[in-house]
């Protein structure tokens, strides 16, 4: 059993594909459906853009050297659907060999698959409703052979930007509020994100222009939104004083960046590290007055 085009399709659906190399929220370079160098089919650098084909026949060929063994291994005999499904958990998880789900697929107990898949949904020790619909779905998938969701994607405006991954209404919220708190106005119609929001925000962060929201932009607000609350909290440890005003981002509360006034030589520090996380911001800011300066900092 092998990796099917269905299932690679369903995998893409749930990661994201991005043509364009990006940095993730750790700030390795990432492309296509999450692949980074240490995928071993590809070296995402600045600059690289791949197509969406390719793309897919990356992912294809990281699932087939990587993933696709293991879950050989854990579940002989499965069907294509049930192949699928398990290497979607791995690929996300990479625990097919400690999760206690398969023992129930291999008894035949549906419902087993089913609740065993759903206590899998946690990131950074909180439920994720991203998790939770990824598992519902690929116990779906597992269980009955079903690829495709049954409900499509919403529709956006003219004036709203096109999301392109799956966010509940909390989710969208969060990502609304860390647009605002970044100083890009999302609007004021809670079910969607402005248009020149986002192309702003893509703008000024060396991503690619396109005004949809998809995996590089949210993952690019993220790093934004984390070196903010880092700040801020290393501002307090340094003596900055002044209560944190917050508001909610994606995930966690924000605190107010003006907290950074008064701070002692470990927010200097910790200022001077972040800038050189966040290069490549800092990179795209200066390709308007100094390219070659930007240039230099993108290859470090």
Partial sequence: MGTSHEGVRFIERHEGVVLRAYRDVAGVWTIGAGLTAASGVVTPKHGMVITKEEASRLLALALTRNYAPAVRNA????????????????????????????????????????TGLAKWVRGGGKV??????????????????????SEPLPKHPVWAARITLRLSDKELAAARAGFRS????????????ALMAVINFQRDHDLTVDGIVGRATLTTLQRRLDARRLSARTAVAGGGGAAATQAP??????????????AGIVTVLV?????????????????????????????R
């Avoid at 192949?83 to 398969?102: E, P, Q």
């Avoid at 308007?288 to 300066?293: D, G």
């Fill in 271 to 299: 200022l001077l590290w972040l800038a050189w996380r966040y290069r490549d911001m800092v990179a795209a800011k200066l390709q308007r007055v100094a390219p070659r300066t930007a240039t230099w900092l993108r290859s």
């Fill in 128 to 149: 994720l409703p991203g998790l939770v619909r990824r598992r519902k779905e690929e116990a779906d998938l597992i269980n009955g052979g079903v690829h495709e969701p």
């Fill in 182 to 193: 970044l100083g890009y106005d999302p609007g004021d119609d809670p079910r969607h994100v």
């Fill in 75 to 114: 579940m002989p005999g499965a069907r294509q659907h049930e192949f699928d499904g398990a290497l979607s958990f791995h690929f996300n998880t990479g625990a097919i060999g400690r999760a206690s789900w398969v023992a129930a697929w291999k008894a035949r107990d549906r419902k087993g698959v089913a």
């Fill in 249 to 262: 981002g994606v995930g966690e509360t924000l605190p107010d960046t003006a907290i950074l006034a008064g």
